[in-house]
Each structure stands twice: as C-alpha cells, then as structure tokens.
C-alpha cells in the first residue's frame, strides 16, 4: 500500500474527498466551508475551504449542491444536518471551533445524540460534526493565543451524552481513518481536531481507503512501568515525557491514545494499568467532570487491586483559558509535569 | 393544482376524517388522563384540528414533516397509524418509539415524520435540513416545518427561514398561532400582529389563513406546495387557531385567559363549521360524515385496547439502541 506524507489538516481533507467520491449522499457544509462559493460566477468560490483548510478545493470537485457555505446560524445549520441525515443523506458538519458550540448545543445534546434511542432504534442519524479545538500552547509564541472563547476543549460536555460518539485524532494517520470511520457509521460522531498539532502529527498516510475503529484505544507505546493516558494533542506531550522517563530516570512508560471518548475503550486502558500498576492521564480540558478524572475513576474502580500508586491527573487548571502566551502555556499540560507525576508515583 | 382551487371530494373526505380522527384521539386520550391512566406529559391539539389537517391533506406520502411538542395532531394528519401512538403514550414496547419516547417524541419516518419535537424551534430546523435532503436527492418532496407562534421568538426558526430562503428550499413553514405560548399572550411577545408578516424580512411569500377552516388552511398549503415544488422555495402559511385546553394536561387556562375567549372560539369549532358546510353546500353528506366519526371511534376503541393489551419493554430495553448498529 503506497504511502506518503501528509499533515493533520491534509489528511481530513484526503478522507472528506474520497469519501465523498465513493458515496454521493455525502455533503458538507458549515460556515465557509468553501468559501465566497456565492461568488461562483465571478470565478471566485473556494476563498478559505474550512477555517483549518480541511474542506480546500472540495467544492471545485462536488460543487455547490454538497459543498455547502453556510450563513453563521449554527443552531439552524446543525440541526439542518439533523433533518437531512435523518432524510436520507450524510452530511458533514463543520462547527468552526468547539467553543461555538454553545449556540448549537441543543442539536447536538437534544436532537442529534438522544434520537436513535428515543425512538427506539427506528432512526438512524449518520452525521458527522467536525469542530476544531485546543490552546496554542506554545510560550515562544509572541503575544497570545485565541483567549478564553476560542481555545477551550470541551471534552466532557461532548462525551457526557449518551448517544453521541466523539472521537479526538492525535495524527494524520488516524485522523483520515477515523474521518472515514465516522462518517460511515450510523450514529452522530463529534470529531475534534487540535488547531496546534503541528508538525507532531504528521505522517505517512496511505493513500488508500481505510478506516480505524471508533471505540478503540491506541497503544502508541508500549511499557512496562506506568500507563500514560493522552487525548489528541496531549497524546504526543505522553510520548514527549515517556522519552525523557527513559532517557532520564529509566523509566519505561506505556502511551496510550485513547482517540475515542464515547464510547470509551475501558478494556484496553485497564489492561494496560493491571500490567502497569500505575495510571496518569493527561488532558487538556478543565479538571472538573473530566475525561481526565472519569477515567481515572474507572480505573480506581476496575483496577484498584492492581494500583502500586496513587493515580494521578495532569490537566488543565480550572480557570479559563488566559490570553498572554507565558499564562497560555502554564495552562497547558507539558511533559514535565507528567514526568513529575510519574516520579512521584515511583519516588524516583 | 393553484391556489384558489377546490379540495376534490375525496380531499374533502380526508380532511374531515383526518380531523375527527384527532379529536376523538385527543378526547380520549383527556378521558383517559382524566381516569388516571398514566400517559406521561401530553398536550392537547383540540381545537387546532383544521391547521394539521389542511396541511397534511395538500402533501404526498413522501413528503416531510416536523411537529411541535403539540404533536399528536401532526402525526395523524400524516397518516400515522393511531395504535403505536396509543402504545406509545401507555409506554408499551409496540409503541412508536417502543415506549422510549412518549408523546414529546412520537416519531414515524417511514411516513415522513421527523418526530414530535418538545424543544421549542428544534423541528423547524429538521424540516430544513428534509428540504435540503430533497435538493440534493433530486427529490420533489417537500417538507412542512409545523411551529407555534411562540417558536416565532426563537432564534433557530429565523435562521431556518433565512437558509431557506437563500437556498430556495422547498420547505413550508406553519406557524400555528394558538394564541399562547403556554401562559403568554402573542400580542405581549410580538410587536407586530401577524407572525406571516415576517415572511417579507426573508423574502418569502406570507400569508395568514383562518385556521378553524379546514379548507381554507389547505387550499394555503396546497399553493405552497406547488409553490416548492416547482423550485421557487419556502413559503411561510400563519393559521390563526385557539387550543381548547391549557397548555398541558394540568393548566388552568383560566388563571391567563379571559372568561369568554374559549367560548368564541368553540363557536367556530373547524368540525362544526366544516359539518355546517358540507351540509349547506355539500358535496358530502352528514350521513357520510357521522360514519367517518363512527369509523374513527372504532378505531380508537381498537387502539387503546391495543394499548392495554400490548407489554412493557422488558428490562433490558434500557440498555439497547443508544448507538446504532456499526456497519463498515
């Protein structure tokens, strides 16, 4: 299988297109999908192709009909996916950050998540909402980030609902399988996609069709000696702190990327922390009602006989997300204090 | 079929009987609250009848609709059977929704019913996405997106009009005007008196019907239809129409209406007037219209027997449907 190197937001776009070219109820839209597309006669149409370029040149190849710009109504848009997916299509969504979904969260939490259940298995809801998340988190980055409005996570609040599949890709490799993966499954996916991956995430991508399981956990490296859990972008911080454990204190650290939060994969995360006996999960969202501390929980309660050590969190701080890049990056999880939450487990 | 039409005689037929049949639902199911069946939270369409009716009458089998939390009305104007509806307000596993909706979210997509929707404006947003399921398909349905004129105050039903109106979409909106949104007066939550009005803002026609008349509201909807169907997109249908009783099964209606208002509104109840009609001018008969009424009790007899009979879920069906099946 031919094999090259793509970036994160390439990636998508790779799925999105195939996807689209093998099944003709698939569209897309959001607000400047393509872009100026209402300019089509003046020879103008794919102005942006997404906020992060994930939907470039789309339009060019599917045109208006299901390449779709819409006007900022996300309540109306979303839940016009809802109406379509039920009615024979399946759309993809595009929310342009996740923190915007507080105008559309009833489509999401109420309508898309609760429908197939609540009437009783007669409705199938293959949609698919794709929304950008996560800080910069970079304190060599002059001045700041997108603040408090633009920069959140928002984990918990998505995972929280029954009904509603959310998965978060840490690489281009399982960001086109997971995006094939969701869209051709009948249940609502959230897919979020970390604004600052960066060149951490990129990789060889087959060319090829291919999906990866939602609802499966990556062992993005094996140990012996403590579980390190990541989501997304916190995912490559866990490698970042499983080199330094190694190399500094030899310390051999197991990652595990968990990729899907609903449903969670318990089995391999439990697994990993009998062989273990230590578990620290690291997340970017805000402590309270967290990935961070539900999974620690399960853990606790699963595994406790297996525990040598306490089990530990590095998340965010509960504050919001501050603007200046130095407060930015406090905010962040970073390697070290993973390393720390490690040595400490082990008093080394 | 134009504007301005008359309903044939057998459109005549199904609108009475339409009508009768959600009467006689929504009585019996007042009855059955009333002897303390337990049936969960439900609100009654009496009254609104010709609205849901002369709607559904003027669309295909294929054609789309999404409902209010006022919905039982909706859903048998559109042709659904009335004993999984009954099943499901009793909770039963034969239900709609094999008891795991109820009322607010009696659902039949087979029959082109996105679901009863208690999230006020939710609906209106499925309906827009059915109109642009239908544009994409190459597909000449066209779907209703039912509203009551306190939805005509939230945010998602302008952004739906809008979105409708710049992709000239085939979707009808209904803005069902009661009077009330739950205890509050239309006239304190809306500056102008008609919500049609509004229609100019999106560049959509406009019209407000009489919504005790049963043809009058068709022959409204029947236009739209064409309307859409012939690509010209959304119109915006408002029907002026009373609900008989409180917002809910256990409102007191009293403590906001004033004393004489159900009163004149009963006066022109839309399945006397039509029986005053058909009796003056014909082409159907009182005869022909008493055995529809006949024909309709019976199947209620039927359905809520159906109802009593039918079981309850069993205990695992708590666990099961909340995920589709995975087909890759």
Redesign the interface.
């Known amino acids: 299988m031919s094999t090259r190197e793509l970036s994160f937001g390439q990636a998508i776009n790779e799925a999105l297109r195939q996807e689209m070219r093998r099944d003709s109820?698939v569209?897309v839209l959001g607000e400047d999908v393509a872009g100026a597309a209402g300019r089509a006669h003046l020879g103008l149409m794919d102005a942006w192709g997404g906020p992060m370029r994930a939907t470039r040149g789309l339009i060019g190849e599917f045109g208006a009909?299901?390449v779709?710009d819409?006007?900022i109504?996300e309540?109306?848009?979303?839940?016009?996916?809802?109406?379509?997916?039920?009615?024979?299509?399946r759309?993809v969504v595009e929310v342009m950050f996740v923190d915007l979904i507080g105008v559309c969260y009833?489509?999401i939490m109420?309508?898309a998540a609760k429908?197939?259940?609540?009437?009783?298995?007669?409705?199938?809801?293959?949609m698919v909402l794709r929304t950008a998340y996560g800080t910069r988190g970079d304190k060599r980055s002059y001045g700041g980030g997108a603040a408090a409005q633009h920069s959140q996570t928002m984990y918990s609040v998505l995972a929280h609902h029954?009904?509603l599949?959310v998965v978060v890709p840490s690489t281009a490799y399982n960001a086109k399988g997971l995006t094939l993966?969701a869209i051709?499954?009948?249940?609502p996916v959230v897919i979020l996609e970390h604004k600052f991956l960066g060149s951490a995430a990129k990789g060889d991508v087959p060319e090829a069709d291919y999906?990866v399981?939602?609802g499966r956990a990556h062992v993005a490296r094996s140990g012996t000696d403590v579980t390190l859990c990541g989501i997304g972008r916190t995912t490559h911080v866990c490698l970042e702190a499983a080199q330094t454990l190694q190399a500094e204190f030899g310390i051999d650290a197991e990652v595990i990327d968990v990729l899907t939060l609903a449903?969670l994969d318990e089995a391999t995360i439990l697994e990993s922390v009998m062989r273990t006996h230590r578990l620290v999960v690291v997340d970017e969202d805000n402590p309270v009602c967290s990935m961070a501390r539900d999974i620690a929980a399960r853990a606790a309660d699963k595994a406790f006989d297996y525990l040598d050590a306490p089990i530990k969190t590095v998340t965010a701080p509960d504050t919001p997300v501050p603007f200046s890049a130095v407060l930015e990056w406090l905010y962040t999880p970073q390697a070290a204090q993973v390393v720390a939450a490690v040595r400490e487990q082990l008093d080394r | 079929m134009t504007p301005g039409d008359t309903p044939t005689c057998e459109q005549l037929r199904d609108l009475y009987a339409r009508m009768s049949l959600i009467r006689q639902f929504e009585e019996r199911l007042k009855w059955l609250v009333e002897t303390g069946v337990p049936v969960g939270a439900v609100h009654y369409y009496t009254g609104q009848e010709a609205v849901a009716a002369g709607v559904c009458v003027a669309l295909n089998g294929s054609d789309?609709i999404?409902s209010t939390h006022r919905g039982h009305g909706h859903c048998i104007a559109k042709g659904m059977d009335v004993r999984p509806m009954m099943a499901e307000l009793f909770g039963k596993v034969t239900?709609?929704?094999?008891?795991?909706?109820g009322s607010m979210?009696i659902?039949d997509?087979e029959r082109g019913i996105?679901?009863v929707?208690p999230?006020v404006g939710?609906g209106?947003?499925?309906?827009?996405?059915?109109?642009?399921?239908?544009?994409?398909?190459k597909a000449s349905e066209v779907?209703v997106a039912f509203f009551g004129e306190g939805a005509a105050g939230i945010?998602?039903v302008h952004?739906?009009m809008?979105?409708a109106a710049?992709?000239k979409l085939p979707v009808i909106f209904v803005c069902e005007n009661n009077g009330y949104a739950q205890a509050t007066p239309f006239e304190y939550a809306s500056s102008i008196p008609h919500v049609a009005d509004r229609a100019g803002a999106y560049g959509m026609p406009g019209t407000v019907v009489d919504g005790q008349d049963a043809i009058a509201v068709w022959r409204a909807a029947a236009g739209a239809v064409t309307h859409a169907r012939a690509g010209r997109g959304p119109s915006l249908i408002e029907a002026k129409t009373y609900r008989y009783y409180g917002h809910h099964q256990s409102d007191d209606t009293l403590r906001y209406r004033l004393a004489d208002e159900e009163k004149l509104a009963r006066d022109r109840d839309c399945l006397s007037q039509f029986r005053a009609h058909m009796e003056s001018r014909g082409p159907l008969t009182l005869t022909e219209l008493n055995a529809i009424d006949a024909q309709n009790q019976a199947l209620l007899d039927d359905a809520v027997e159906f109802a009593k009979a039918s079981p309850v879920p069993e205990p695992h069906e708590l666990l099961?449907?909340?995920?589709?099946?995975?087909?890759?």
């Open positions: 109820r569209i009909e299901r779709i819409t006007p109504a309540m109306g848009f979303v839940g016009a996916a809802v109406g379509a997916a039920m009615t024979g299509l759309p009833d489509q109420n309508q429908m197939h259940y609540m009437m009783g298995g007669k409705v199938r809801l293959p029954p009904g599949k993966a051709r499954d009948d249940s999906t399981p939602i449903p | 789309w999404a239900g709609s929704n094999r008891g795991k909706g979210h659902t997509v996105l679901g929707n999230i939710a209106v947003a499925h309906a827009l996405g059915a109109g642009l399921s239908a544009k994409v398909r779907a945010g998602t952004e739906c809008n979105m710049i992709w099961t449907d909340v995920y589709a099946p995975v087909m890759l």
